[in-house]
């Protein structure tokens, strides 16, 4: 990977404030991941934040990589790894639309958990292909759409309010963009399985 193609990208809360106030919430997805993942795999987590999904499948997985657009979150995904002392988990900040480092197929399974609502839109798809490109299975947690008119689907609307202009910005564009959905047609990845979580507010696709 060219340093050159990597566009830094920082928010407030990134690292240690996103590990403490972020991660716990998401630690029923990261659950749910690990238990539709074959033991002995090698999974790509795109968008990895501060390291939870890759610690959480250290045990389990022969190699993980995570991979995310934020130095601070990898900084500290990386003080984390190197804490637990964990051999077969590793971390690159880096754009994960381009991974030419990796060959195709290079691994099992890629993750990515709400990552995609973040992005800008013209990277959605990109990402979603490169993945698929380097992996034989792209399993992706994000927003339902539309979302549920429900209390949690409210509190995730507050939330997303909180992170930041631009952040609700590309939480909006997201949602008119047809979500999870739409992406995986416009990806050109058939879905395999899909099924609801947290109050219906987030939905799991993996494809075939």
């Given at each position: 990977m060219?340093?050159?193609?990597?566009?830094?990208?920082?928010?407030?809360?990134d690292?240690?404030?996103?590990?403490m106030l972020v991660e716990p919430l998401q630690a029923g997805l990261h659950r749910r991941l690990a238990e539709m993942i074959e033991p002995g795999s090698t999974v790509i987590d795109a968008c990895c934040g501060p390291g939870a999904l890759p610690l959480h499948l250290a045990g389990k997985c022969k190699r993980v990589t995570g991979v995310d657009l934020s130095p601070r979150q990898i900084k500290?995904?990386?003080?984390?790894?190197?804490?637990?002392?964990?051999?077969?988990?590793?971390?690159?900040?880096?754009?994960?639309?381009?991974?030419?480092?990796?060959?195709?197929?290079?691994?099992?399974v890629a993750t990515i958990v709400l990552g995609l609502h973040e992005m800008p839109a013209a990277k959605?798809?990109?990402?979603?292909?490169e993945l698929a490109r380097v992996s034989r299975c792209v399993m992706a947690v994000?927003?339902?759409?539309?979302?549920p008119r429900n209390l949690p689907g409210l509190m995730t609307r507050m939330v997303e309010v909180a992170a930041g202009l631009r952040h609700f910005a590309a939480f909006r564009n997201y949602l008119r963009q047809g979500g999870l959905g739409a992406l995986f047609v416009e990806a050109g990845l058939s879905v395999a399985h899909?099924?609801?979580?947290?109050?219906k507010v987030l939905t799991l696709y993996r494809s075939s």
């Open positions: 060219r340093r050159s193609a990597i566009e830094p990208r920082t928010a407030f809360y690292g240690r404030p996103y590990a500290h995904a990386e003080q984390r790894r190197r804490r637990g002392d964990l051999q077969n988990v590793f971390f690159l900040a880096a754009d994960v639309t381009e991974l030419r480092r990796w060959a195709d197929g290079a691994f099992d959605r798809v990109p990402t979603l292909r994000d927003y339902t759409v539309p979302l899909r099924e609801h979580l947290a109050g």
